[in-house]
């Protein structure tokens, strides 16, 4: 599989596993553990979480099937995000749904996932959402504590537009910390980051993007949504041509954008991830890729 370089010391594997259907899954330890180690002998060795996933549960169930094979913990990265608070009864604290950004919160919540993921490090942290609240100063300086304490590896943000990311980046690249990834909602369903600007800002700033949804959570798949009717009758015969399975043609479709597009797959079935892998390997023509970004704006270029 191949890897992406995301600084000087974190690499990711092209395709990531998220987590934030891990309950939904209803593995057992034992299964969630079993496949992790699937995943891990394909090659996708990077793992997506989010402190609130789950109602603030997925981090600690991957932490318990993590914990059955430590040796694991070595061979992969743990990716983890905050910033998001929601109502539960997990957490006293949690009372609303709001933002927070504050160094107090964010340095909070990384210990938080540390405990529940059974970790001392996070590859990497990143902000999930961007905040109208959002003060850069509180930022760096939990980002400051964070990698003094060595408990993240690299830094990134969710969901940031071109504005919020330059006004976060101007603040804390005086501290030498550096936004390595934006994780963005993008798939031939929703393509908005390839033709509003932030794609192309961050293969300018060798910001390296991961894909969220790259099935639009499954809804691709669903031939009674009219868009997804009109992309996959373009994807389909694509993926009869080359023998596979098309979830294979949209990962090849993410991959063949050169800003480097690492699709988040949300699968919790080995076989479609391994759909998804195969991808890497179907080479589309530039007629192809530009056929299904047609369908997915539902209107002919200019
Ligand atoms: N940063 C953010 O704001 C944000 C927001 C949302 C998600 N995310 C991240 O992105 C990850 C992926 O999101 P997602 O779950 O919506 O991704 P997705 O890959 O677009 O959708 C996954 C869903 O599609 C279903 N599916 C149906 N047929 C499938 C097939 N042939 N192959 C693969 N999946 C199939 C899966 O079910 P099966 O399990 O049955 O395959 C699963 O329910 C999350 O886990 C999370 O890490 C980030």
Excluded at 154 to 159: P, T
Aim: include cysteine; glycine fraction near 6%; hydrophobic fraction near 40%.
């Amino acid at each position: 599989m191949e890897r992406v370089q995301i600084n000087h010391n974190v690499d990711y594997s092209r395709v990531i596993q998220g987590f934030w259907r891990t309950k939904d899954w209803q593995k057992s330890t034992q299964e969630l553990n079993r496949f992790i180690h699937e995943l891990v002998e394909l090659g996708v060795t990077t793992m997506d979480h989010a402190d609130i996933y789950g109602d603030y549960s997925c981090e600690a169930l991957f932490g318990k099937a993590l914990a059955l094979s430590p040796e694991l913990r070595d061979k992969i990265q743990l990716i983890s995000k905050c910033g998001i608070i929601l109502p539960t009864d997990r957490l006293e604290l949690f009372d609303g749904h709001r933002y927070d950004l504050s160094k107090s919160h964010i340095v909070g919540a990384v210990d938080r996932s540390l405990k529940s993921l059974g970790t001392d490090y996070l590859d990497t942290l990143l902000l999930h959402r961007p905040s109208p609240l959002m003060n850069p100063d509180e930022v760096r300086a939990a980002l400051d504590t964070l990698v003094e304490q060595g408990k993240i590896k690299s830094f990134g943000v969710s969901n940031f537009s071109n504005t919020q990311y330059d006004l976060l980046n101007s603040d804390i690249k005086s501290h030498k910390l550096h936004i390595a990834v934006n994780q963005l909602q993008v798939s031939p369903y929703h393509a908005e980051p390839m033709y509003d600007g932030t794609i192309d800002h961050m293969y300018q700033e060798g910001v390296k993007i991961m894909g969220w949804s790259p099935l639009a959570g499954g809804k691709l798949l669903n031939l009674n949504d009219d868009k997804a009717k009109s992309v996959m009758s373009i994807i389909s015969p694509i993926a009869f041509k080359n023998n596979v399975a098309p979830t294979s043609v949209i990962t090849a479709w993410l991959a063949k954008h050169p800003a480097t597009i690492m699709p988040i797959m949300g699968t919790g079935q080995i076989e479609h991830m391994q759909d998804a892998v195969k991808g890497l390997e179907v080479e589309l023509s530039d007629q192809e890729w530009f056929d299904i970004y047609v369908a997915v704006l539902g209107q002919d270029i200019p």
